[in-house]
C-alpha cells in the first residue's frame, strides 16, 4: 500500500512538471512575433543607415526585456519609432513644420515631466486598478541625437524626468521603466544600469532643512570690490596716518600708490601700508592685472581734516569714517585748531603729534544719547563743528557682561543680529564686511548686503560655523567709503557668567572672598591669561568656579575661553572694590588697604606731603568722589578719565575744626555715586589726644651715619630728642632754601616714609656737610644718604625699607671723613 502512494505521487509530479513545461513553451511562442516586429520596426533600412545609422543604437537586451514586461502589463504600448527614409518616401508630401519655440520647447517639457509623474504614481495603486485608456497612455520615445538642438532637448527631457524621478521615494521609481534618451556606447564600454545618472548631474532637493538658505546667499554673500582705506595708528608717541592697500594686491605687477599725482612712501614697519602726506585731495592706487592698468581712486575730501573710528583694545588704531556717532574718535586737525572746550569740554588727553607736519591727533569720547560735540576754533575766530550723527545700528542677542574694553560686548551661544531703528538706514548701505578682528594677514572676512525690508539682519552662517572670536562690522555706502564700524565677541559654548551681588566699599573687617561662575557646555577651555596662583579655579559639570580671594591684585583678572578645539576668547572679570593707603605727593602707596588707617594730626598740616590715594576699579567708573568729616563740608576731586586713582592731599583739611579738636576721634569718608546708587565708607581716622608722662630716654645713647654725592660729605648724629633736624646749626628748610626743587624732593621722599616719619617725631638730628654748596643737589642727597645710614644704626629693620627706597648710596670712608671733620 505505501509502495503504491508512493507511485501516485511521483507520477503526479511528473504531470505537474509537464504541464509547467508546455505553457512555457506556450507563451514563449506567443512572444516571438511581437519582438521580431520590435525588432523589425526599430531596425534601419539600408538607405537610412547611411544617414542616421551612428546616431542610432541597437536595443540591447535590458532594453528588450522592458519593453516586454510593458507590453504584457498593458501599461505601456510598444513604442514606435520615426518612419525611415524609404517609407518617408511612400509617405504623402506633409507641410514643412518649422522648429518649436522656446515657449512650445518649454510647454512640452513641462508636459512630459507632468506625464512621468502621473505614471510613476501608478506605481502604489494595486493591480487590479492599473488600467489606462489606450488614447492616454504614455509611450516611450526613442529619439536619436541627430544635431545640437538635438542633444539639448534630450538632455532637458532628463533633468525634468530625474527631477520628477527624485521627488519620489527612491524605491518606487524602481517599480517604473524610466524614459531615456538612446545614446550610442562606445564599444567595449560597460553599459549604464538604467536610471541612474552621474552624481555631478543628479538633480532633486537637498537632503537638509535648507529652506530659504539659496535665496539668502543669492542674495546677500557677495563679493566685495578691493578698496584701499585710510587708517591710523599709534607709534610709540606720534599718529602715522597711512593708506591700507588689501592684501591680494600686494603681489600684483606695478603696484604703486599715489596722491595729488605724487608717489607715496612704503612704511617701513606695515607691509600693506603708504604713509600720507597730506590731509586733503585724492589717493590712487594703480596696478596691473593681466597686463591691462587698473587702479582704484579714494577721496578724502577739501574740509582740512580728517575722523578716524578707534579700536583695538588700546585704542592705539583706527579707520577714516565720513562722518561720527558713537565710541572713541580720533580728528587730525591743523595746529592752529585748538579744541573749542566751551562745546566740547575740557580734552581728556592732550593733543599729540602726526606723522603729518603742521597737524595734531585730538582724542573725542562721545555717548550714545550724549550732548558731546567735536568743535575747534578757527583762526579767525568761528567755530569748525563737526556733526555727529545718531547711531544707526545695535547688536541684539544673548549678551553676556564682562569687563573687557574697547573690543566690543561678548554674545553666548550664537552670533548677535544687526539692529537698526529705522529699516530706511539699510536703503544707504551697499556692503557689510565682517571679519576677524586682530593684527596679522591673512585673516578670515566676508562680505554681505542686506535686505532693505528687514529691521534686523542675520549674519552670514559663516560666523555661527566658526563657534566663537573677536570680529568687526563695518558698513559700507553705495560709494565703499566706512561710515561705521563695530566690534564683538561671539562664543558658542559659553552660556553665562554669574557674578554676586558686589558691595563696592567694605565693612568694617575689609573685603570678602568672591565667587564668580562660567556657565558653559562641557566642550569649554577656561585658562587664565596670566599666572593668577591666588584665584582658585575648579572644574565642575557645565561650568567653572573662579574664588577670587580680598587682594586687589586679582581682582581684574584676564581668561581665555572657547572651544577646546576651536578659537578662543579673551573675557576681563574685574571684581569692582575699592582701595586706599597712605603715600607721598606723585607716589601711591604699594600696600593698598581695606580698612580704616590711622594718622595723626600732623598729617594735615599746611606743610604736609602726606596724601591719601583712593584706588578705584577701573577707568572712567566715577566722574567724581567726595572726601571729608562731614558731608556738607566734604571736598570734591574730579577723576580723570585716563587714570583710576585719586590723590587726596591731607594739607587740604588743615583748617577744619575736626582736626583741630583732640578731645575726641575724628572719621574722614568718602562718598560717591555709581550709578544712580550712593556710598559711603571710612577712609581714615584721627584717634584723640592721650595724655601719658613722657618716657625719659637715656641722654648718652645716640647714632651716626655718614653719606656722600661726589665731592659732599655728610655726617649725621641723631639722639632721642623732640624731634628735629638741623643741618650746619640751621633748621633744614632754612639751610636747603635755594636748593634745586629736585634735590628737596630727593630728601622729602625720605622723611615722608611712614615708619621714618615716626621714627624721626622721637628723635633729634644734627647733621654737618662740607664740599659744594646748598645751591647745588649734591649737599642734599649726601644729607638724605646720611640720615638714611642713620636710621639703619637707630633700628636694623629701617634697612630694608630706606634700601629700597633709594637711599643710603655707598659706604664712605670713616676714617677720611673724621680728618675732614677734624679740619
Known amino acids: 500500500m505505501e509502495i503504491f502512494i508512493a507511485l501516485l505521487l511521483i507520477l503526479l509530479l511528473v504531470t505537474a512538471a509537464l504541464v509547467v513545461a508546455c505553457l512555457a513553451i506556450y507563451n514563449r511562442k506567443r512572444r516571438q512575433p511581437t519582438r521580431r516586429r520590435v525588432v523589425n520596426e526599430t531596425q534601419p533600412t539600408e538607405i537610412a543607415e547611411r544617414h542616421i545609422a551612428p546616431q542610432e543604437p541597437q536595443p540591447s537586451g535590458v532594453e528588450e526585456a522592458e519593453l516586454t514586461v510593458a507590453e504584457e502589463t498593458l501599461l505601456i504600448p510598444v513604442a514606435e519609432t520615426q518612419p525611415t527614409g524609404i517609407h518617408e518616401a511612400h509617405l504623402p508630401a506633409m507641410p514643412k513644420t518649422q522648429p518649436p519655440t522656446v515657449e512650445e520647447t518649454q510647454s512640452t517639457k513641462v508636459q512630459e515631466a507632468q506625464l512621468i509623474a502621473e505614471a510613476a504614481s501608478w506605481s502604489t495603486v494595486p493591480e487590479a486598478q492599473k488600467t489606462i485608456p489606450a488614447e492616454t497612455q504614455p509611450t516611450i520615445t526613442m529619439e536619436i541625437e541627430t544635431s545640437g538642438a538635438g542633444e539639448a532637448q534630450a538632455t532637458a527631457i532628463e533633468e525634468a524626468q530625474a527631477t520628477v524621478a527624485e521627488e519620489r521615494e527612491p524605491r518606487e521609481t524602481g517599480r517604473f521603466p524610466q524614459q531615456e534618451t538612446a545614446k550610442v556606447q562606445p564599444e567595449g564600454a560597460l553599459e549604464e544600469k538604467k536610471g541612474q545618472r552621474e552624481p555631478i548631474k543628479r538633480g532633486g532637493k537637498p537632503r537638509g532643512p535648507t529652506k530659504g538658505l539659496e535665496k539668502e546667499r543669492a542674495q546677500r554673500i557677495q563679493p566685495r570690490r578691493l578698496n584701499p582705506e585710510i587708517v591710523c595708528r599709534k607709534r610709540e608717541r606720534q599718529w602715522v596716518l597711512a593708506v591700507e592697500v588689501p592684501e591680494e594686491l600686494l603681489g600684483k605687477p606695478g603696484l604703486e600708490v599715489l596722491q595729488n599725482g605724487s608717489p607715496l612712501p612704503r612704511d617701513d614697519s606695515e607691509e600693506t601700508c603708504w604713509r600720507l602726506e597730506q590731509v586733503a585731495g585724492e589717493v590712487i592706487v594703480r596696478w596691473n592685472e593681466a597686463e591691462v592698468a587698473q587702479k582704484i581712486t579714494v577721496g578724502l575730501g577739501q574740509e582740512g581734516y580728517l575722523v578716524f573710528k578707534l579700536s583695538g583694545q588700546d585704542l592705539s588704531q583706527g579707520r577714516r569714517v565720513k562722518s561720527p556717532s558713537s565710541g572713541s574718535y580720533l580728528v587730525v586737525a591743523p595746529n592752529d585748531w585748538p579744541r573749542d572746550e566751551a562745546l566740547s569740554g575740557r580734552p581728556q588727553v592732550n593733543p599729540e603729534p602726526t606723522s603729518l607736519t603742521g597737524y595734531q591727533a585730538h582724542f573725542f569720547e562721545l555717548e550714545k544719547g550724549g550732548e558731546q560735540k567735536i568743535a575747534f576754533q578757527l583762526p579767525k575766530g568761528q567755530s569748525q563743528v563737526i556733526k555727529a550723527k545718531a547711531p544707526r545700528f545695535d547688536l541684539v542677542g544673548k549678551r553676556i557682561e564682562d569687563a573687557s574694553e574697547n573690543i566690543g560686548p561678548l554674545f553666548g551661544g550664537k552670533p548677535p543680529r544687526i539692529r537698526v531703528l529705522d529699516a530706511q538706514v539699510w536703503k544707504n548701505i551697499g556692503t557689510i564686511v565682517v571679519g576677524e578682528e586682530g593684527s ?51 562664543l558658542s559654548v559659553l552660556t553665562e557668567i554669574k557674578l554676586p551681588q558686589l558691595h563696592h566699599l567694605p565693612t568694617g573687617d575689609g573685603h570678602k572672598p568672591v565667587c564668580i561662575e562660567f556657565v558653559h557646555e562641557a566642550d569649554c577651555a577656561v585658562q587664565p591669561l596670566s599666572n593668577l596662583a591666588k584665584i582658585k579655579v575648579e572644574p565642575q559639570d557645565g561650568k567653572t568656579i573662579l574664588g577670587v580671594p580680598p587682594d586687589p591684585a586679582c581682582d581684574e583678572s584676564h581668561w581665555l575661553i572657547g572651544p577646546k578645539l576651536g578659537p578662543r576668547v579673551e573675557v576681563t572679570i574685574n571684581v569692582e572694590r575699592i582701595w586706599w593707603g597712605v603715600g607721598g605727593e606723585g607716589s601711591p602707596p604699594s600696600d593698598w588697604q581695606d580698612r580704616p588707617v590711622v594718622l595723626a594730626r600732623e598729617d594735615f598740616k599746611a606743610t604736609s606731603n602726606r596724601v591719601l590715594w583712593l584706588r578705584l576699579p577701573k577707568l572712567r567708573w566715577v566722574d567724581r568722589v567726595l572726601v571729608g568729616f562731614q558731608r556738607s563740608k566734604a571736598r570734591r576731586y574730579d577723576v580723570k578719565v585716563t587714570e583710576k586713582t585719586v590723590a587726596i592731599p591731607l594739607r587740604e583739611y588743615s583748617d577744619y575744626a575736626e582736626v583741630g579738636d583732640q578731645t575726641q576721634q575724628q572719621n574722614l569718608r568718602l562718598w560717591l555715586n555709581r550709578d544712580h546708587q550712593d556710598f559711603e565708607g571710612v577712609l581714615a581716622v584721627v584717634p584723640a589726644a592721650q595724655k601719658a608722662e613722657p618716657v625719659v630716654p637715656p641722654l648718652t645713647q645716640s647714632w651716626v651715619g655718614f653719606g656722600r654725592k661726589k665731592t659732599a660729605i655728610a655726617k649725621a648724629v641723631m639722639q632721642y630728642g623732640v624731634g628735629g633736624i638741623e643741618i650746619n646749626g640751621q633748621p633744614l628748610d632754612e639751610y636747603f632754601r635755594r636748593t634745586p626743587r629736585k634735590a628737596k624732593q630727593f630728601l622729602g621722599r625720605l622723611v615722608a616714609l611712614g615708619e621714618v616719619r615716626e621714627a624721626l617725631s622721637q628723635l633729634e638730628v644734627k647733621i654737618t656737610v662740607e664740599g659744594s654748596s646748598p645751591t647745588t643737589t649734591r649737599q642734599p642727597k649726601a644729607v638724605a644718604h646720611a640720615l638714611a645710614r642713620t636710621l639703619m644704626d637707630y633700628d636694623p629693620q629701617l634697612r630694608r625699607l630706606v634700601r629700597q627706597a633709594g637711599f643710603g648710596g655707598v659706604k664712605v670712608n670713616i676714617a677720611k671723613a673724621n680728618r675732614r671733620d677734624k679740619r
Open 440 to 490: 596679522g594677514r591673512g585673516r578670515w572676512r566676508t562680505a554681505f548686503s542686506p535686505d532693505p525690508g528687514q529691521m534686523e539682519q542675520d549674519l552670514p552662517y559663516e560666523v555661527a560655523a566658526r563657534k566663537g572670536g573677536w570680529y568687526f562690522l563695518r558698513f559700507y555706502d553705495s560709494d565703499d567709503d566706512l561710515i561705521e564700524s563695530i566690534d564683538f565677541r561671539f
